[in-house]
């Protein structure tokens, strides 16, 4: 039997899905994690947008084309957001939500709606290999932000933390070469009294390389950073949330710091790894987003320098505070996307120019037009042209900026 775990979303829902390939692997289904035809199909659904919710849906109609009788499977986020609209559609389906995900592996020839309670404690999942180079690892789920544009502290419930033992053991069986440490909000990880910075000293000694997933800029301290230099392997690359370069849009968005503060932490980490790689996520077009709220937010991600930054238009979702106000035109949208995405494109080659000539690592992920491809530890996407093993990191030396990233040579 062939089964196919298709995911939209975040790092999160990459997890998850990961460890439903293990427990489908371990059933002895042939499984693979892109569209493909199969028997069984479980697509791991997202709802951070409105444009993330339709492709949700449309996954659908993709997957009858590959195979019209096969049995689909929708969990996640934009199903506990609305399951009607998957769960009404024709065919052979199981409609889930986001909680109690490893339930599914005992559902797979249930049907209709079955949309678990909100769980009020972190649930485990199997332990797994990733099909992919890195392993990603999923130590918190949930949030207690409440941001205004965010509908996911809704769908995901409470914060909520998975025990340090836990991810030492997974991370002992696994033995990756790199191993992202991820979650809803991963700067809320608190087990017990442990937070974040004391599980990066638990996990200091750990034999891989410890990547983070998106923080949040008030987590940077002097004695964070210092944790994760005493890693045995840390990738100094830093996913800091800013969302707006303005403190007036900040403040509209219940974002907890303003732009003098972010900066501060910004400066913090290039104090102690100067070639860090320091990416973001930016919303243009909140509601309460003028123009000249807008030439500041630029001129903001032009002085933090960030080597790349995610930029998309904001998106209503029902049931947040920001649904309630004045949307923006989508023209007013996309001019201001198009102008940030032209900035996104100056800041990557300007990152790529800085590191010409640095002696970096690279952990190889695949092969495609005739070169290597991956990343090195502080996240500058690199091109080689010479045989090496996917999987295995390898030292070179960073060339001319090429494509999204820069050329590289072995060394």
């Known amino acids: 039997m062939k089964a196919v775990v298709f995911t939209l979303g975040c790092k999160v829902n990459e997890c998850e899905s990961d460890s439903l390939i293990a427990g489908l692997i371990e059933r002895g289904y042939e499984v693979s994690d892109k569209l493909e035809v199969a028997d069984l199909y479980i697509v791991n659904t997202c709802a951070v947008t409105s444009e993330a919710e339709k492709k949700s849906r449309q996954t659908a109609s993709r997957i009858k084309k590959l195979n019209s009788s096969a049995k689909i499977i929708f969990t996640g986020c934009a199903v506990q957001k609305n399951p009607r609209a998957f769960s009404e559609k024709d065919g052979n389906f199981l409609v889930t939500g986001v909680f109690g995900k490893q339930k599914i592996l005992d559902m797979l020839d249930w049907s209709g709606e079955h949309i678990s309670n909100e769980s009020k404690v972190f649930e485990e999942l199997l332990v797994t290999n990733s099909l992919r180079t890195r392993a990603y690892v999923k130590v918190q789920d949930g949030c207690n932000n409440f941001c205004s544009y965010c509908i996911i502290p809704y769908l995901r419930g409470r914060s909520r933390s998975r025990s340090p033992q836990s991810i030492l053991d997974e991370l002992n069986a696994i033995k990756p070469k790199e191993a992202v440490i991820n979650g809803i909000n991963l700067s809320a990880y608190n087990f017990e009294g442990v ?39 840390f990738a100094p690359h830093f996913h800091l949330s800013l969302q707006s370069g303005s403190n007036a849009v900040l403040k509209s968005m219940n974002r907890r710091y303003t732009t003098e503060e972010y900066l501060y932490k910004v400066n913090l980490i290039r104090k102690y790894f100067p070639n860090a790689g320091i990416t973001t996520d930016v919303i243009v077009g909140f509601p309460t987003e003028t123009e000249e709220e807008f030439n500041r937010s630029m001129e ?97 030396r960073v060339g001319e900026p090429f494509k999204d990233g820069a050329l590289a040579q072995k060394i």
Request: glycine content about 6%; charged content about 35%; aromatic content about 10%.
């Open 195 to 233: 937070d974040l910075k004391g599980l990066m000293d638990i996990l200091k000694d750990v034999p891989t390389r410890i990547r983070l997933g998106s923080l949040e800029a008030r987590v940077i301290t002097d004695e964070f950073l210092t944790s994760l230099k005493n890693l045995f392997d």
């Open 300 to 396: 903001f991600i032009k002085a933090v320098e960030f080597s790349d930054v995610h930029a998309f238009p904001f998106s209503p979702r029902s049931g947040t505070k920001a649904f309630q106000m004045p949307d923006l035109s989508p023209e007013i949208k996309r001019e201001r996307l198009n102008k940030l995405l032209e900035v996104k494109r100056e800041l990557k080659e300007n990152f790529a120019f800085k590191m010409k000539g640095q002696v970096l690592e690279m952990l190889p992920e695949e092969v495609k037009d005739g070169y290597l491809e991956g990343y090195t530890e502080n996240y500058l996407r690199v091109y080689l042209k010479e045989e090496e093993t996917v999987g295995k990191i390898i030292k070179i």
